[in-house]
């Protein structure tokens, strides 16, 4: 069956310049992260949907970065004017349960700000 | 805050030897999970440890959680090269909010 799917899986950027990321997660999750991976790292937490509402943003680095679920499926992370310590791979996880169960996560975002 | 630490941060091993990498966190942990993360792929599930001294095994895989519920550890036995990726460990500081360690970089010669 279809996992979660990111796109782009490569984006390169110049500093100042605004990038959107998608997350497509299983169909039928409920919870849904953003997760930044620095090279060598374990994955940090930056914001968690519970289907369109964002019960969770205090991971997100700077007011650059913003994330939405509108329809309480696909998820887009934005940032906004991107420094070059932005760059890492994003991660992007859903959970079919509430609470603490098994993330399947999908293959990433590895953005490069130069 | 909550921190979880990983040792080693690498190991390279032989294959046919063992393996083990220990999680512990500063906190009590309602639950531990790992996950392994191949070179260029994302984490992946492995298993949720749940109850205090609980141990599971999956093949060649063990996995121990303390009584104290703040410490971990995963054991390959007969390490193979399909083995090879990052393992990473990560507890949970909300009933949603996981966790992660740096991860243990697991290389086997074959």
């Known amino acids: 069956g279809a996992g979660v799917s990111q796109s782009p899986r490569y984006k390169v950027a110049k500093r100042g310049q605004d990038v959107a990321l998608r997350c497509d997660p299983i169909s039928g999750h409920v919870s849904l992260f953003w997760y930044q991976q620095a090279l060598g790292q374990g994955p940090e937490f930056l914001t968690y949907?519970?289907?369109?509402?964002?019960?969770?943003k205090s991971g997100l680095p700077s007011d650059r970065f913003f994330a939405e679920r509108p329809e309480g499926s696909v998820s887009t992370l934005k940032i906004q004017r991107t420094q070059q310590e932005d760059s890492a791979v994003y991660l992007c996880?859903?959970?079919?349960?509430?609470?603490?169960?098994?993330?399947?996560f999908g293959p990433g975002t590895r953005l490069t700000v130069l | 805050g909550q921190q979880v630490m990983q040792i080693p941060q690498y190991q390279h091993v032989q294959e046919g030897e063992d393996f083990t990498t220990y999680c512990n966190s500063s906190t009590t942990l309602s639950n531990i999970q790992w996950y392994k993360q191949r070179p260029g792929g994302h984490p992946v599930f492995l298993i949720q440890l749940v109850k205090s001294g609980e141990v599971k095994k999956q093949k060649r895989l063990t996995f121990q959680f303390g009584e104290a519920k703040k410490n971990s550890s995963l054991h390959i036995t007969a390490t193979q090269t399909t083995d090879v990726g990052t393992y990473f460990c990560?507890?949970?500081?909300?009933?949603?909010?996981?966790?992660f360690g740096k991860g243990t970089l697991l290389t086997v010669n074959p």
């Open positions: 990560a507890g949970f500081r909300s009933n949603y909010k996981l966790t």
């Open positions: 996880a859903s959970s079919s349960l509430l609470g603490e169960t098994e993330q399947f």
């Open positions: 949907f519970q289907n369109e509402a964002q019960l969770d």
